[in-house]
């Protein structure tokens, strides 16, 4: 009778490792991914377009021409300024007044030297919300947090020209700007 008791035993034990193992091998699912939105946000601001179009500024007359910028060495010394957006219109818009971080590093070459980057109010006209507010125009410095008022804007950025000499760079390459919110 013990005997056939530990038989017992052995026999469900055996019958429950085999069923179980069984049961595994039959049954294998993957439950799909379910995606899980986050509320919408806005991140204050917002690139206008990814490839900015410059435009030059005669300087003399303070005239703003819509044209591809065209430089020139020349056998003076030349300071110029140039207005650079989008094809469209501005560069970026502001969509929450706020403190945000450019981060940048202006390009260098022998003959030319980038003199600094600004951010200006653009339209200048009184239908754009950051005209007359104290973001209308600031220089930017990477790395360094600026208030910005909401509204759309460019960038300005100032360019000496040296004297021509020979092997001076013949273009001045372009850079990228990335904006990011203080946390």
């Known amino acids: 009778m013990k005997r056939l008791f530990w ?17 595994v091998i ?3 699912q993957n439950t799909p991914t379910i995606p899980i939105k986050t509320p ?6 917002v690139a206008l377009c990814s490839s900015l179009l410059e435009v030059s500024s005669n300087v003399p007359s ?15 010394f030349q300071s110029l300024s140039a207005y650079i957006h989008c094809s469209s219109g501005s560069s ?9 971080i450019p981060s940048f590093s202006l390009p260098y070459g022998s003959g030319w030297l980038l003199t600094g980057l600004e951010i200006d109010c653009s339209p200048s006209t009184a239908t754009n919300a950051c ?3 104290s973001g209308f125009s600031a220089t930017v410095l990477s790395g360094h947090a600026i208030s910005l008022s909401t509204g759309t804007y460019d960038y300005g950025i100032g360019i000496q020209l040296f ?21």
Request: glycine share 6%.
């Open 7 to 23: 038989l017992i035993i052995a026999i469900v034990i055996i019958a429950t490792i085999l069923g179980a193992a069984y049961a």
């Open 26 to 28: 039959l049954v294998t």
């Open 40 to 45: 919408a946000t806005s991140t204050g601001i």
């Open 62 to 76: 303070n005239t703003i021409t819509y044209q591809p910028l065209s430089l020139q060495y020349t056998t003076n």
């Open 92 to 100: 970026l818009n502001v969509t929450v007044a706020g403190t945000y």
């Open 131 to 133: 005209y007359g507010i």
């Open 163 to 183: 004297a021509y000499q020979s092997g001076f760079s013949t273009s001045i390459p372009s850079f990228s700007i990335t904006w990011s919110s203080v946390s």
